[in-house]
C-alpha cells in the first residue's frame, strides 16, 4: 500500500474516533515512522499500528500551552514548534516531552503567526541544516546547527485573519538557484 493510501486512512481513522480534542493545524510523519499533530492544544505524538489504528505513543500532550500553527523535525526526535502568538519558535525534545523547551530566538520584535517553517533542499541536520521560516513580517532563514534564526527579508504585514494557509514555497531553477516565492498581499489582487 502506498504511503499517501496509508496516510488518508490513518486520517480517516482519526475523525472516525475523534483521537484530538483540539483543532489539528499541522500532521508529519516522524522518523520513528509515528505521526505527530500540532494543535491548538500542543503536539501529540501517535503510533500507527498494522491495522492503521492509532494509539498514543506518548501519554500527555507536548506544550499544551501551546496553539501550534507549525511543526517539523529537524534531527532525529528533535522537533521546532511555531505557536501561534509567539515570536520565538520552540525546541522539543521527543525524549524529554515534560522538559523546558529551548528557544529559537526572533530577532524582529511582534513577528509571530508563523506559516511556514520549509527544510532547504539538500536538507541535512549536520552538514546543511537550514529551514526557511515565514512569519507575519519577515522570511527568516533558521540554522539548527548554530540555533540562530537570521532575518533574509522584511515583508508588509499579512492581515491576521488570512493564516489557514502556506504563504511560501521553494523552487530550484534551471541553472540550480533557489527561488523563494511568497505572498506579500492578500486582497482581491493578491500579489506573489
Not at 499517501?4 to 475523534?18: A, P, W
Not at 532575518?151 to 530550484?172: F, I, N, R, S, V
Not at 516565492?181 to 500579489?191: D, R
Request: hydrophobic share 35%; charged share 20%; glycine share 2%.
Amino acid at each position: 500500500m502506498s504511503t499517501q493510501n496509508s496516510t488518508s486512512l490513518c486520517l480517516q481513522k482519526i475523525h472516525e474516533v475523534k483521537l484530538l480534542d483540539a483543532n489539528i493545524s499541522k500532521v508529519i510523519r516522524t522518523t520513528r515512522n509515528d505521526i505527530a499533530f500540532g494543535t491548538s492544544k500542543g503536539v501529540y505524538f501517535y503510533k500507527v499500528n498494522q491495522d492503521y489504528s492509532l494509539e498514543p505513543a506518548l501519554n500527555m500532550a507536548v506544550l499544551p500551552e501551546c496553539d501550534v500553527t507549525e511543526l517539523s523535525e529537524f534531527a532525529v526526535d528533535r522537533f521546532v514548534v511555531a505557536s501561534w502568538h509567539s515570536n520565538d519558535l520552540l525546541i522539543v525534545d521527543r525524549n524529554s516531552p515534560t522538559g523546558k523547551p529551548d528557544i529559537l530566538r526572533e530577532p524582529l520584535w511582534c513577528n509571530n503567526l508563523c506559516t511556514d517553517l520549509v527544510p532547504m533542499p539538500d536538507y541535512h541536520p549536520v552538514c546543511y541544516p537550514f529551514y526557511i521560516s515565514k512569519s507575519l513580517r519577515s522570511i527568516k532563514l533558521i540554522n539548527f546547527r548554530q540555533m540562530k534564526v537570521y532575518t533574509l527579508l522584511e515583508t508588509a504585514d499579512m492581515p491576521t485573519d488570512c493564516y489557514g494557509y502556506k504563504k511560501l514555497t521553494l523552487a530550484k531553477t534551471q541553472d540550480g538557484r533557489l527561488k523563494i516565492v511568497f505572498v506579500t498581499n492578500e486582497n482581491q489582487n493578491t500579489v506573489v
